[in-house]
């Protein structure tokens, strides 16, 4: 759902290392994100805050290959927290992410792109107030394609609502 990332890769790699008493360990990341325009990619564990509280000692040793190894390649390690996870970025993205798979019909999105253009910043609600109410049904399903593709901008940390903010995006 965002459109700056290329590709996201799940256990990308399983790195060996010794912990503190001197084993050898193996660790696998959860997820390597690669991104268009030049980003560096990175490297991405995700755990409960919990958890990293009570193995702290664990972890630390996991995390210490992971950083050496993303540095040594140019890229970036990061452990991200449900805190992290469970924003309002996840409610639009699991929201919008079926619409992004749908076949867009150019009528419909040309109708609903021009009344965008005309209002500037508005609503849903106040975008469909100006078509026939029987057309709604079918114009809503369009209206959050053309979201989920970025043509319309909508605030991806906030709630998903017939009140929530669209701008159109020209050149897209």
Known sequence: MDPVVERVLPQPVTLSFLDDSGRKRRYTPDVLVTYQCGRPPAMF?????????EDADLYRCRFQAAAAYAA???????????????????????FLRPYCFRAPSPELEARLV???????ETT???LLAGFPVHEHGILIPVLWQLVA??????DSEAP????????YRAGT
Request: proline share 2%.
């Open 124 to 126: 849903p609600a106040e």
């Open 72 to 94: 040594e390649r140019d890229m970036t390690f990061a452990v991200i927290t449900e805190d992290q996870i469970r924003t309002g970025r996840l409610q639009w993205a699991t």
């Open 45 to 53: 564990e995700v755990k409960y805050s919990s958890e990293l509280l």
């Open 114 to 120: 021009g009344a965008l253009e005309s209002l500037g």
């Open 149 to 154: 593709r970025h043509r319309v901008w909508m």
């Open 160 to 167: 998903v609502t017939m009140q929530s903010c669209l701008r």
